[in-house]
């Protein structure tokens, strides 16, 4: 979170009464190709609140997460990031395996029992590469660097003996000063040291990343079957952001063996996936991509390649498509030692998920781009409908994106951790009593150290006796219920704000 102030200030409105609300294009239902009925355009995009246990599993936090935002019955929501393989991934929630289904079950179960059924349930579908944390130097150089010829030979220009043990030639590589040691290795082997070794799909000389056209369709097929079964509406396939299918989509992805280089190499895995899921679940379970209007990265993918790729998606027979920008490892911060670089932090990281700090407002900030993809699928003749998200927290704002034609469904992330009841005020003319998010982006600074996300604006709040608190105990988990606009904590006066 930054230190200085909000650049901007939180956009004047106004709320609906009931009425209007009703008649509202916000309040229309819209049904999916597949036959889904979404009973309105609200939708809260996938969110990872770090609440899986250690080997992916549901837990009871996770439950109560999902039946909290359940609770305030948006039309559509989806389930966080949720990896595909059955490989050890830390505390994310997992899909690779049948021992997943009863606690994927349950989260379906409590997610119907809160809305009354009202709420459409999709989970989003993840592969990623793996990404070591930051090392210590003198570690990295005795343990992980690989002593190459090019190395030897460098350090033999330097005086030691290239036929030396390669312990010997770790430890003169241990000695010298940070600027000699830069010039003996190569881009990659400097990233590994300066902020952790990071695989990209374009390492084809990896067999397991050639390998990844031949056993992603199918891992990705299996999971959304795993999805249909445990009783979701529907899967997301994550083509967004800093992970594989992202990366296949990505100009920077120049492999040569069909699935990279050209605007349809790049496309050709992303469709094949979807092929395979498609023909494994069936045309009535709903299947959506998230993908990227522009990764804001240097050399990256920009709004002209969303605009190519979002026809040929809707070509090909998706049920939605949900959009997003940025959220790049290229340009992360580099991480403390110890840590992993986490793609939220550079300025494609402020684009994905814009705060108050930031040169422009946050409000609508990816809309244009975003009307910009939908406009090129309508002129192919495809009506697929546009999720579109970041900084939308009004009713004005969601509604003009709908009648002007930006979007077909409002996506609201933070808006919905903030006061997840805020759709069910907005249905019931209490607009004014939404708590509004400030954008500042607290809970992603917590989802960075994979700490339990949780809102500034409700954490510090008395908790209710017997109710669940972070691993510190120092902060409520869940939103409380029930009306807590004048609620403050303990001992703090009320806010002018
Ligand atoms: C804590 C947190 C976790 C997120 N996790 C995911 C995720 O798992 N998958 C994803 O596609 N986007 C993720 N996002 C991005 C949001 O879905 C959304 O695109 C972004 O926050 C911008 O929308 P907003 O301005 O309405 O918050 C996450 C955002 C936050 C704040
Ligand atoms: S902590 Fe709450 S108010 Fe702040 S950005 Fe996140 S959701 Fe919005």
């Known amino acids: 979170m930054a230190s200085s ?18 008649a509202s294009w916000l309040a229309r239902p819209l049904r999916l190709a597949s036959g889904l009925l979404l009973r ?21 936090a996770v439950l109560d997460w999902y ?42 179960e409590r997610v119907a029992q809160e809305s009354g059924g009202e709420t459409r349930l999709l989970i989003q579908l993840l592969d990623f590469l793996r990404i070591r944390r930051r090392p210590e130097r003198d570690r990295y150089l005795r343990e992980f660097l690989v ?8 350090l033999a220009t330097l005086g030691s003996d290239p036929t030396a043990q390669e312990a010997a030639l770790r430890e003169a590589l241990v000695r010298l000063d940070d600027r000699t040691l830069a010039t003996l290795l190569g881009p990659r082997e400097t990233e590994a040291l300066e902020r952790g070794a990071r695989e990209r799909v374009t390492d084809t000389h990896e067999e397991h990343i050639a390998a990844l056209p031949a056993v992603l369709p199918a891992l990705f097929a299996t999971a959304a079957c795993r999805a249909r079964d445990a009783g979701f ?47 494994a679940v069936g045309a009535d379970f709903t299947l959506g991509c998230r993908f990227l209007v522009d990764e ?11 605009e190519f790729f979002g026809p040929r998606f809707a070509d ?34 402020h684009a994905c998920m814009p705060t108050v700090f930031g040169a422009l407002p946050p409000f609508g900030l990816n809309l244009g781009l975003m009307a910009r993809v939908r406009r090129a699928v309508r002129a192919s003749g495809r009506t697929t409908p546009i999720v579109a998200s970041g900084g939308i927290s009004t009713f004005a704002r969601a509604e003009r994106a709908l009648v002007e034609g930006e979007a077909d469904l409002i996506g609201a992330a933070r808006q919905s951790l903030a006061d997840p009841d805020w759709f069910e005020k907005l249905r019931t003319g209490r607009g004014a009593s ?47 219920r029930g009306d807590w606009s004048a609620a403050r904590p303990a001992g703090q006066a009320p806010s002018a704000s």
């Open 5 to 22: 102030g909000p650049r901007h200030p939180l956009e004047d409105t106004h709320w609906p009464t009931a009425e209007a609300y009703a």
């Open 40 to 60: 309105d355009r609200t939708w809260v995009p996938a969110m990872v609140p770090w609440r899986a246990s250690d080997e992916g599993f549901v837990t009871p």
């Open 67 to 108: 039946g909290r935002f359940a609770a305030g019955r948006p039309g559509t929501l989806v389930v966080e990031a949720t990896g595909i393989r059955d490989v050890p991934s830390g505390p994310l929630l997992r899909i690779g395996h049948e021992r997943f289904l009863p606690g994927l079950r349950a989260l379906v």
């Open 147 to 154: 002593i190459t010829p090019r190395i030897r030979e460098g």
């Open 233 to 279: 509406d529907g899967v997301e396939l994550h083509y967004a952001h800093a992970y594989t299918m992202a990366s296949f989509l990505s100009r920077l992805n120049d492999r040569a063996d069909g699935y990279g280089r050209t605007l349809e190499g790049r496309l050709r895995l992303p469709l094949e996936v979807y092929r395979q899921v498609r023909a």
């Open 296 to 306: 804001v990265i240097a050399g990256g993918s920009t709004v002209e390649d969303a």
């Open 316 to 349: 090909a027979g998706l049920d939605f498509i949900s959009l997003s920008r940025g959220g790049k490892f290229e340009d992360a911060r580099q991480p403390r030692v110890g840590e992993a670089a986490y793609p939220y932090t550079g300025e494609s990281g």
């Open 434 to 480: 939404i708590q509004r998010c400030r954008y500042t982006n607290y809970c992603e600074a917590l989802d960075q150290r994979h700490l339990e996300v949780t809102c500034q604006l409700w954490d510090r709040l008395p908790a209710t006796p017997g109710e669940p608190r972070s691993r510190d105990g120092r902060r409520r988990l869940l939103a409380p």
